[in-house]
């Protein structure tokens, strides 16, 4: 009784809180699918018969270059994801398995790149991406984003590598394989569910930032979704519609690419190797 | 030929010497079993072997080749793990197969010896399944099996049986036995377990602190031990040891006053410290008095048909004996100790046999 109890509140403070977290979401969601009158009159309500309008989905597919909008995002998104994992593996694997001079000193300075916001080196990067000719590329977006999230990956999976039991690895060696096959065929399957972590904690960021596709890819139709749904925020009007129905698409693929990396998140994947 | 050739290996890490100059010929064909207490060398020197280890110095030879700057994998060597390493994310199947995939062997013949090994170790219905769908024997079977579809030229294997429990750990001994008959395989096993030593063993190798304190057969290690380690780290329970003074030509004294005739070595004169060995399973509670020991019972272990009876001289030091069915006395009684004199050591002041 006193469990159930416990059990029940437990759970209502939990459905509160998932409410409350949802709420602008729905929020945003059922008024995309009105008219903008209704969006205004009752903000609160769900679409009726007489207030539902498709309106701001026909303006935003109407829009050719908003397609291309999600494209960006989308490879932006998924390029930063690959390299942060396929570098941050690698990384963290070099630093953990070897033992060599810098050792020590690369670790220390890959873990200052979580202390520092790379924000604060905007100017050098505008620089930089400049001199390279990279402005207005989705390639200047991957490389700097990938170097922002390099340093807490390799963080996080350095301390899952270090998990892998020291005799499959050495299996491995016995097995004849290169240190590279060791690393593709032996430490990377097994860091799977650190590395489905790794993609969430990068994706979500990546996806919504504004700073850096505002100052490296601003023009040339390499907007990203976030900085393109602007367009719809007028100085005199905004047109409400759009910009709802724009958000409301923009979480679909975030929330696919999560359910991809959830599955992985659950599986302990190491029971079995040792003993 | 897969003759392994150890020539004064030498491996520290640091400022720590872990080996010192060791030198060991293991024969083609041979079981060669390493023991010593925790922390001596004994997986080091295998892992030097296996070259998941640099060494410090020294050569290493398998199958007359030198093999000091060879990766594992081209030593021809498989090694067996305590923990079994299996693979996690492969099944059995996959486990077995896999450096043969890495070494480009064609499928058919990659199917053959894992069905092979798999019908020897009789891991045939289990080979769909995961590590962890599996029992500690079926891993460590496995295991033997990811060792055996390799066909090396040595088996290395580090403290296999000593995660299983005693039952599985004996069926599996025997197991390894009849492997190693089968496939005439070279092998080099490490063990604490005395009786897996004993048993399996063409040639043990006693090892202490990083050197290698005795080579031998495992009966001539038990009737010849060469030094007072061997002497002390060979049977179970440890021979006695007692501290005696060389009194005439035949008779020691020993600490507590009490006098031995024992044959002595002619090089042997008065007044050398020498301690005298003497296994539980040579001595008789009762007997004669021409070679016995008094003292006091203080406990006696009964195991069944055999026990053991702990008699405490009167220097304090306990002796233990064996005794077969009733051994006729209890604690607190007086005892005496027969010595048989075919089976006692001597061993001089520096802890080398005599005689
Ligand atoms: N990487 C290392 N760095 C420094 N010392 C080490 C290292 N590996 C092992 N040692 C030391 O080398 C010695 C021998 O270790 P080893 O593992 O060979 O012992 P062992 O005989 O196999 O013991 P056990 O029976 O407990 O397995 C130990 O004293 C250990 O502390
Ligand atoms: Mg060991």
Redesign the interface.
């Known amino acids: 009784m006193r469990r159930n109890i416990s059990a029940i509140a437990v759970h209502g403070i939990l459905g509160l809180y998932t409410l409350l977290a949802l709420f602008p979401i729905l929020l945003v969601i059922f008024n995309s699918f009105k008219t903008k009158n209704a969006i205004f009159g009752a903000p609160l309500t769900l679409p009726t018969p007489s207030t539902f309008s498709l309106v701001g989905y026909n303006r935003v597919f109407g829009d050719s270059a908003v397609g291309s909008y999600y494209v960006n995002s989308i490879a932006v998104t998924a390029g930063t994801i690959f390299f942060t994992l396929l570098f941050g593996a690698m990384a963290a694997w070099a630093l953990t398995e070897y033992r060599f001079r810098w050792n020590t000193l690369l670790a220390l300075f890959f873990s200052i790149g979580i202390m520092v916001p790379i924000r604060l080196g905007s100017v050098a990067i505008i620089q930089l991406v400049v001199s390279l000719n990279l402005i207005n590329t989705r390639t200047a977006l991957i490389l700097v984003y990938t170097a922002q999230n390099l340093p807490l990956s390799i963080f996080i999976l350095s301390e899952f590598i270090a998990q892998i039991p020291k005799d499959l690895r050495e299996a491995a060696r016995c097995d004849g394989l290169s240190e590279y096959n060791i690393f593709f065929h032996i430490v990377l399957p097994l860091i799977r569910p650190a590395m489905a972590t790794v993609a969430v904690f990068t994706m979500i960021p990546v996806w919504n930032d504004l700073w850096f596709p505002l100052l490296l890819a601003p023009t040339g139709g390499k907007q990203t979704i976030t900085l393109g749904i602007q367009q719809f925020l007028g100085q005199y009007i905004t047109d409400w519609n759009a910009v709802l129905a724009a958000l409301s698409t923009a979480i679909i693929p975030v929330l696919l690419l999560y359910v991809v990396f959830s599955r992985q998140l659950i599986r302990g994947l190491t029971s079995g190797a040792v003993k | 030929m897969s003759e392994v050739k150890i020539r004064n290996l030498h491996k520290s890490y640091g400022s720590v010497d872990v080996l010192k100059d060791n030198n060991l010929i293991v024969e083609n064909g041979a079981f060669v079993v390493l023991v010593g207490p925790s922390g001596c060398g004994k997986s080091t020197l295998l ?1 030097c072997i ?1 070259g ?1 280890e640099p060494i410090s110095s020294g050569t290493i030879t398998i199958g007359g080749k030198t093999v000091n700057d060879l ?4 030593r021809e ?3 067996v ?9 492969m099944d059995v199947y996959g486990n077995m197969a ?2 043969l995939k ?2 480009k062997t064609p499928r058919p013949e990659i199917d053959a010896r894992v069905a092979e090994a798999a019908r020897i170790l009789q891991l045939e219905p289990l080979l769909k399944r ?5 029992s ?1 024997g079926q ?1 460590q079977r496995v295991a033997i099996g ?1 060792a055996i579809v ?1 066909k090396p030229q040595v088996f290395l294997f580090d403290e296999p049986l000593s ?1 299983l429990d005693a039952a599985l750990r004996i069926n599996t001994r025997v197991e390894i036995a009849k492997l190693h008959k089968m496939l005439a395989a070279t092998i080099v096993y490490v063990t604490h377990d005395q009786v897996e030593a004993m048993t399996l063993a063409d040639k043990i190798v006693v090892m202490n602190k990083g050197r290698i304190e005795q080579t031998g057969k495992p009966l001539d290690l038990y009737y010849k031990p060469a030094n007072l380690f061997v002497a002390g780290f060979i049977g179970s329970p440890a021979m006695n040891f007692l501290a005696a003074t060389v009194k005439d030509g035949k008779t020691l004294e020993l600490a507590d006053s009490q006098h031995l005739n024992v044959p002595l070595p002619a090089a042997s004169k008065p007044g050398d410290q020498v301690t005298l060995g003497c296994r539980p399973e040579h001595m008789r509670l009762g007997g004669d008095g021409t070679l016995a020991l008094k003292g006091t019972v203080d406990i006696i272990e009964r195991l069944g048909e055999t026990g053991f009876a702990h008699i405490r001289m009167a220097t304090g030091q306990t002796i233990i004996a064996e005794v077969r069915g009733d051994p006729g006395t209890s604690p607190g009684a007086s005892a005496t100790l027969s010595l048989a004199p075919a089976q006692l050591h001597l061993f001089d002041a520096s802890g080398q046999r005599l005689g």
């Open positions: 892992r296996a998941l990766p594992p994998a081209q060597i498989a090694m793990f305590q923990s079994y390493a299996l693979y996690p994310h896999f450096g890495f070494a995961r590590p962890r769908e599996l500690g891993r990811r390799r995660n």
